[in-house]
């Protein structure tokens, strides 16, 4: 047998035309820097948003890889079919009589060169493609990659490697088909369907069809053994495939060369082969609870709900303490894995507010969530503290007390009446379920909808206040976290005082643009000293609003408190309409009348002043967000009137609604357990993004990024930077390096 490798060896290395053949390999090369060239181009074209969701260029290899393929498919195919064309094959076969052997003699030789060859022309293809983007190859896209992707990324420098040895197989696949047709012209009308005309016959199939057929195309293979994407195929049974199809077409080769019983044995061989290197590698792949398991999904019973989302319920005790208890029934939604990549797991929207509905969020913000649904299926639920759930009152939860800034021990005392008995008229309607809304239980509801549906982790994604009970789960259940990003999270670690500085920074920003806006209704006047008199001038006699009682009248903590939202979320630039309105608002109030401001408080409040809603109460009373005792309401408010000159009182709004609330905190801030967590990422606006922030850096080795511009709920808003950053890092664990910011 070594003499007859060496023998073919010799005839490889001896034809002049296989040198030739090769160097037009380099027409790959010239392909992925061509196509790199034409990618750059209009990238440089593009608005900043149309950048983000520009399709990336990968490891590069892939624009020129059917071109490589044809190259050494040809290369195989004439291996043999130069033989029956010069007639020299009769000649072999009667050196050789055994042709099975005579076949398989000639793949050593050839796999080498191509092996070689192929190594070297993968590695120039990736860095020719590279060379061309230049450093708009580092550039995040939406869907979590970047433009280019250097051999440092996840998986690059396997798939190049992988790229070279799939040429390798191509031309032992050349080899076997060349053997099968015994002709050059006919080996080339082969290697073209299976090179080109399947895999583009298979880009023309709808989805997931067109993910599924593409995933099992040569030319996609690569990626997928590198575990780096290109389909939906497991690494093991993507090389498996890889290496059936070299199986298959050596086979079909082998049956046509031999002879009368010859034929029957090759054929069997080879089947059985085949059979064993594609089916072998799936079994192994084969994982229990891979996908959405337990859970019976269905139709959505809302049908204002997005079109592709799906349903379950799950039975939860209201008392976790009493898990054998009285149950109560939660709502899932899912948006399904598309299955354009291979499957990665399930990311779960973790809703703020509190009292949000995480599936009508889910269902509003779908777009979003569009690139991650390549490769996670995303679920979210109405959590138990939603406040339309039907078990207490709707209306008596979206009311609540006027909140007012005490002065006295015993105003404080009066304002623990009044908070008490706004509680006390929502929570007579089930004491037990109203006492256990806490952000702890709804961690521990998230738990049981992981095991429903029968993931081992879970990724996150944890808005605006639904940091708090992402943080209860974090301290829960440590092991069950494959991800976590906390987006304008709440930190119940920050100081409450220094956490509200971010708006001072804004109140400074609006001034501003007052100062160099001619639609400003202040232009021309020193905003700061006009606000902070009317402040002043308010807490001694309250501003009326034309046309409400005398008890709507607001106080200078009421103008605080109303004024904030505005001042944080101005709205789009340049216009920032809500500046506008605050603008006009104040100028109206200093000349006493408040109706600026009881106007858009009562469009979303129903209400002339802002209203400390019960619902929201009954979970950040729970969780420990109210003061000590009157003495650490006075150390606050001191603090609190010495760094936040404008905006003092914002601090105090939320912790005051607490006073005299009828259940014990159950759910207080603890330290995260760190070391048993991985690292984290936090994203938010100049607003909001010191909470998230304040977060991640206590898990070692998290990181943060900040849009440098307004916002709240980045990612569920469609912030095309934010959402680039975070399914870079929920797809491959990969995170921004310090500094990153969106602009």
Same mark, same amino acid.
């Given at each position: 047998?070594?003499?007859?490798?060496?023998?073919?060896?010799?005839?490889?290395?001896?034809?002049?035309?296989?040198?030739?053949?090769?160097?037009?390999?380099?027409?790959?090369?010239?392909?992925?820097?061509?196509?790199?060239?034409?990618?750059?181009?209009?990238?440089?074209?593009?608005?900043?948003?149309?950048?983000?969701?520009?399709?990336?260029?990968?490891?590069?290899?892939?624009?020129?890889?059917?071109?490589?393929?044809?190259?050494?498919?040809?290369?195989?195919?004439?291996?043999?079919?130069?033989?029956?064309?010069? $007639?020299?094959?009769?000649?072999?076969?009667?050196?050789?009589?055994?042709?099975?052997?005579?076949?398989?003699?000639?793949?050593?030789? +050839?796999?080498?060169?191509?092996?070689?060859?192929?190594?070297?022309?993968?590695?120039?293809?990736?860095?020719?493609?590279?060379?061309?983007?230049?450093?708009?190859?580092?550039?995040?896209? =939406?869907?979590?990659?970047?433009?280019?992707?250097?051999?440092?990324?996840?998986?690059?420098?396997?798939?190049?490697?992988?790229?070279?040895?799939?040429?390798?197989?191509?031309?032992?696949? $050349?080899?076997?088909?060349?053997?099968?047709?015994?002709?050059?012209?006919?080996?080339?009308?082969?290697?073209?369907?299976?090179?080109?005309?399947?895999?583009?016959?298979?880009?023309?199939?709808?989805?997931?069809?067109?993910?599924?057929?593409?995933?099992?195309?040569?030319?996609?293979?690569?990626?997928?053994?590198? %575990?780096?994407?290109?389909?939906?195929?497991?690494?093991?049974?993507?090389? #498996?495939?890889?290496?059936?199809?070299?199986?298959?077409?050596?086979?079909?080769?082998?049956?046509?060369?031999?002879? #009368?019983?010859?034929?029957?044995?090759?054929?069997?061989?080879?089947?059985?082969?085949?059979?064993?290197?594609?089916?072998?590698?799936?079994?192994?792949?084969?994982?229990?609870?891979?996908?959405?398991?337990?859970?019976?999904?269905?139709?959505?019973?809302?049908?204002? +709900?997005?079109?592709?989302?799906?349903?379950?319920?799950?039975?939860?005790?209201?008392?976790?303490?009493?898990?054998?208890?009285?149950?109560?029934? +939660?709502?899932?939604?899912?948006?399904?894995?598309?299955?354009?990549?291979?499957?990665?797991?399930?990311?779960?929207?973790?809703?703020?507010?509190?009292?949000?509905?995480?599936?009508?969020?889910?269902?509003?913000?779908?777009?979003?969530?569009?690139?991650?649904?390549?490769?996670? &299926?995303?679920?979210?639920?109405?959590? =138990?503290?939603?406040?339309?759930?039907?078990?207490?009152?709707?209306?008596?939860?979206?009311?609540?007390?006027?909140?007012?800034?005490? &002065?006295?021990?015993?105003?404080?005392?009066?304002? $623990?009446?009044? *908070?008490?008995?706004?509680?006390?008229?929502?929570?007579?309607?089930?004491?037990?379920?109203?006492?256990?809304?806490?952000?702890?239980?709804?961690?521990? &509801?998230?738990?049981?909808?992981?095991?429903?549906?029968?993931?081992?982790?879970?990724?996150?994604?944890?808005?605006?206040?639904? $940091?708090?009970?992402?943080?209860?789960?974090?301290?829960?259940?440590?092991?069950?976290?494959?991800?976590?990003?906390?987006?304008?999270?709440?930190?119940?670690?920050?100081?409450?005082?220094?956490?509200?500085?971010?708006?001072?920074?804004?109140?400074?920003?609006?001034?501003?643009?007052?100062?160099?806006?001619?639609?400003?209704?202040?232009?021309?006047?020193?905003?700061?000293?006009?606000?902070?008199?009317?402040?002043?001038?308010?807490?001694?006699?309250?501003?009326?609003?034309?046309?409400?009682?005398?008890?709507?009248?607001?106080?200078?903590?009421?103008?605080?408190?109303?004024?904030?939202?505005?001042?944080?979320?101005?709205?789009?630039?340049?216009?920032?309409?809500?500046?506008?309105?605050?603008?006009?608002?104040?100028?109206?109030?200093?000349?006493?009348?408040?109706?600026?401001?009881?106007?858009?408080?009562?469009?979303?409040?129903?209400?002339?002043?802002?209203?400390?809603?019960?619902?929201?109460?009954?979970?950040?009373?729970?969780?420990?967000?109210?003061?000590?005792?009157?003495?650490?309401?006075?150390?606050?408010?001191?603090?609190?009137?010495?760094? @936040?000159? *404008?905006?003092?009182? *914002?601090? @105090?709004?939320?912790? @005051?609604?607490?006073?005299?609330?009828?259940?014990?905190?159950?759910?207080?801030?603890?330290?995260?357990?760190? #070391?048993?967590?991985?690292?984290?990422? #936090?994203?938010?606006?100049?607003?909001?993004?010191?909470?998230?922030?304040?977060?991640?850096?206590?898990?070692?080795?998290?990181?943060?990024?900040?849009?440098?511009?307004?916002?709240?709920?980045?990612?569920?808003? %469609? &912030?095309?930077?934010?959402?680039?950053?975070?399914?870079?890092?929920?797809?491959?664990? =990969?995170?921004?390096?310090?500094?990153?910011?969106?602009?």
């Amino acid at each position: 047998m070594i003499d007859v490798i060496a023998s073919e060896w010799m005839k490889l290395r001896s034809l002049r035309s296989n040198l030739y053949l090769l160097a037009c390999s380099v027409a790959a090369v010239l392909a992925c820097a061509g196509i790199a060239f034409m990618i750059g181009r209009g990238f440089d074209n593009q608005t900043m948003d149309e950048r983000m969701a520009f399709p990336g260029n990968g490891d590069g290899v892939g624009n020129g890889i059917a071109v490589a393929y044809f190259v050494f498919g040809v290369l195989g195919a004439l291996a043999i079919t130069s033989e029956y064309r010069t $007639g020299m094959i009769r000649t072999s076969l009667a050196a050789v009589p055994r042709r099975s052997m005579f076949l398989l003699a000639k793949a050593p030789g +050839l796999a080498a060169v191509a092996l070689v060859a192929g190594q070297v022309l993968a590695f120039a293809m990736h860095a020719a493609a590279m060379a061309v983007l230049g450093d708009r190859a580092g550039q995040v896209l =939406r869907d979590g990659v970047t433009l280019g992707t250097p051999l440092s990324e996840p998986g690059v420098l396997a798939s190049v490697i992988v790229a070279g040895l799939s040429m390798a197989a191509v031309a032992l696949i $050349g080899l076997g088909v060349g053997a099968a047709v015994r002709s050059t012209p006919g080996a080339l009308v082969v290697m073209t369907v299976i090179i080109v005309v399947l895999p583009t016959a298979a880009r023309t199939l709808p989805m997931p069809l067109r993910a599924q057929a593409g995933s099992f195309m040569i030319e996609s293979l690569p990626l997928q053994i590198a %575990g780096a994407g290109g389909g939906v195929l497991p690494p093991v049974v993507a090389a #498996g495939l890889l290496v059936a199809y070299v199986v298959a077409a050596l086979t079909a080769g082998a049956t046509v060369i031999s002879p #009368g019983r010859g034929r029957v044995r090759a054929l069997a061989i080879g089947a059985a082969t085949t059979v064993l290197v594609s089916a072998a590698p799936a079994a192994v792949a084969a994982s229990p609870g891979a996908g959405p398991s337990a859970a019976a999904w269905a139709d959505c019973a809302d049908e204002n +709900l997005h079109k592709e989302m799906r349903c379950t319920s799950i039975k939860v005790p209201v008392d976790w303490a009493e898990p054998a208890g009285r149950q109560i029934e +939660l709502t899932v939604g899912l948006l399904p894995a598309t299955g354009a990549q291979r499957r990665t797991g399930t990311v779960f929207a973790i809703p703020g507010g509190p009292g949000g509905s995480g599936v009508a969020d889910l269902s509003r913000s779908a777009g979003s969530f569009a690139e991650l649904r390549d490769r996670f &299926d995303v679920v979210s639920v109405e959590p =138990r503290n939603t406040v339309d759930k039907g078990v207490l009152p709707y209306d008596c939860l979206i009311t609540g007390p006027w909140i007012t800034r005490p &002065d006295t021990r015993e105003e404080y005392a009066e304002l $623990g009446r009044r *908070n008490r008995a706004a509680a006390e008229r929502c929570r007579a309607a089930d004491p037990e379920f109203f006492d256990h809304l806490d952000s702890a239980s709804v961690a521990r &509801d998230m738990e049981a909808i992981r095991v429903a549906l029968g993931e081992e982790k879970l990724s996150f994604i944890a808005t605006s206040y639904g $940091g708090v009970p992402g943080i209860a789960y974090s301290r829960l259940f440590p092991g069950r976290v494959r991800a976590m990003v906390f987006d304008g999270s709440v930190s119940p670690y920050l100081d409450r005082v220094r956490g509200r500085l971010p708006h001072e920074e804004s109140f400074t920003r609006f001034a501003a643009w007052c100062a160099a806006s001619t639609t400003c209704a202040l232009h021309g006047q020193d905003v700061g000293e006009v606000w902070r008199a009317l402040v002043a001038r308010a807490d001694r006699v309250p501003v009326p609003v034309k046309g409400e009682p005398p008890r709507a009248a607001y106080s200078g903590f009421d103008l605080q408190v109303a004024a904030a939202p505005s001042i944080v979320s101005p709205g789009p630039e340049p216009e920032f309409p809500r500046w506008v309105e605050l603008a006009d608002a104040i100028k109206r109030a200093a000349g006493g009348d408040a109706s600026g401001f009881a106007d858009y408080v009562r469009r979303s409040t129903e209400s002339p002043k802002v209203p400390a809603f019960t619902g929201m109460n009954m979970t950040h009373c729970l969780d420990g967000l109210g003061f000590r005792d009157y003495e650490e309401y006075q150390e606050m408010r001191r603090e609190g009137e010495r760094l @936040l000159p *404008n905006l003092a009182g *914002n601090e @105090l709004w939320r912790p @005051l609604a607490c006073v005299g609330w009828p259940a014990p905190a159950t759910n207080r801030s603890a330290p995260l357990p760190a #070391g048993e967590l991985p690292p984290y990422l #936090g994203v938010g606006s100049l607003t909001d993004f010191d909470g998230s922030a304040d977060i991640v850096r206590r898990v070692p080795g998290s990181a943060a990024v900040q849009r440098q511009g307004y916002g709240h709920g980045l990612y569920k808003s %469609g &912030d095309s930077c934010v959402i680039a950053h975070v399914n870079r890092y929920l797809i491959s664990l =990969r995170l921004p390096a310090p500094g990153t910011v969106c602009g």
